[in-house]
C-alpha cells in the first residue's frame, strides 16, 4: 500500500505532468516516461539513490538531469527530474509512479486524438483475447520467448489495427509485466486509462446483446449510484443468471446487492 508521504508526492507529479502535457510532444512522452521506469526498475543502485531521505531533492534532480540529458525531449527530462525531486516512501513507489504518469501521457495522447474510449475498449478487447486463447496467453507470457519474437508477435496481431496508444501499453504490460499477470496489468492500466477523466470502469456481463439505448441507460444508471462518470466493458455471457451481472472495481452488482440491482433493471426498462 502506497504511504501517505509517496500519495502526496504522486498527486503532485500528476499535477506536474498536467502542465506539461499542453506543451509536450505527446507522440513520444509517454514512451519517454516509459524509458525512465525500465532504467529505474533495472538499476538498484539509482533508483535507492533517488529515493535516499538524506539526499537533497535538488541533489537527485540534478543526478536525473545528467542522466537523462540529451536522450530524452526537454519536457520529458525536466518533468522526470522534478519527480525524483519530491519525496518517496520506498525505492518502488518512484518508480511506480513513473508508470503511472506513463500510461497517463499515452492515454493524454489518445484524448488528444480523440480516441479515448477507443483505448479503453482496446485494452478490455485484448484481455478477453488473451483468456480466450491460451496459446497465445502462454506464449506472450513465456520467460522463453524473447521479447523481440513477443514485439513482433503484437505487431502482427495489432498493427493498424489499435491506436498508437493502445499498442504501446498493451506492447509495455507484455514486455514488463513487473510481477503481474497479463490479465492484471491490462486491467490496471485500464483503470488508469479511465481515470483520465475521473471514470470508473464497470464489467457488464450480458446474457443478451445491449442496444446503444440501453447502454446509455445503463450508463447513467450507475453514474447516478456511483457519483462518477462510469465506462462499461461489455461482454456477453448467456449463462448470466436474470441476464445481467455488473462488476466495479470489487463490488459485484448481483444477487448479494439486490436493491442496487433491481434499481438500475428498472432504470434500463424505463
Known amino acids: 500500500m502506497t504511504g501517505a508521504v509517496s500519495r502526496a508526492s504522486l498527486a503532485e507529479a500528476a499535477e506536474r505532468l498536467h502542465a506539461v502535457i499542453p506543451s509536450a510532444d505527446l507522440s513520444t512522452l509517454g514512451d519517454e516516461l516509459f524509458s525512465v521506469l525500465h532504467l529505474i526498475d533495472r538499476e538498484h543502485g539509482l533508483r535507492r539513490a533517488l529515493t535516499d531521505p538524506s539526499r537533497a531533492g535538488e541533489d537527485k534532480g540534478r543526478l536525473m538531469q545528467g542522466l537523462l540529458e540529451g536522450k530524452l ?153 456511483y457519483g462518477h462518470d462510469v465506462h462499461l466493458n461489455i461482454e456477453l455471457d448467456p449463462t448470466v443468471l436474470g441476464g445481467l451481472s455488473i462488476q466495479i472495481g470489487d463490488e459485484a452488482i448481483d444477487g448479494t446487492i439486490a436493491g442496487r440491482l433491481d434499481d438500475v433493471r428498472r432504470r434500463l426498462a424505463s
Do not use: C, M, N
Request: zero cysteines.
Open 73 to 225: 525531449s526537454p519536457a520529458a527530462a525536466q518533468l522526470s527530474a522534478d519527480v525524483v525531486k519530491l519525496r518517496w516512501s520506498k525505492p518502488s513507489e518512484l518508480a511506480d509512479a513513473f508508470e503511472k504518469l506513463a500510461v497517463a501521457a499515452l492515454a493524454a495522447r489518445a484524448e488528444a486524438d480523440g480516441k479515448l474510449d477507443d483505448l479503453e475498449d482496446e485494452l478490455f478487447r485484448f484481455s478477453r483475447i488473451v483468456e480466450a486463447e491460451p496459446q497465445l496467453r502462454g506464449a506472450l507470457a513465456s520467460i522463453g520467448l524473447p521479447a523481440e519474437r513477443k514485439r513482433d508477435l503484437l505487431d502482427a496481431l495489432l498493427g493498424g489495427k489499435v491506436t498508437p496508444s493502445g499498442q504501446g501499453l498493451i506492447t509495455e504490460v507484455v514486455l514488463y509485466p513487473r510481477g503481474r499477470s497479463l490479465e492484471r496489468g491490462l486491467a490496471e492500466y485500464g483503470r488508469l486509462v479511465a481515470a483520465r477523466r475521473s471514470r470508473l470502469v464497470a464489467l457488464v456481463r450480458t446474457a443478451v446483446a445491449l442496444s446503444e439505448e440501453q447502454r446509455t441507460r445503463l450508463g447513467a444508471a450507475l453514474a447516478a449510484q
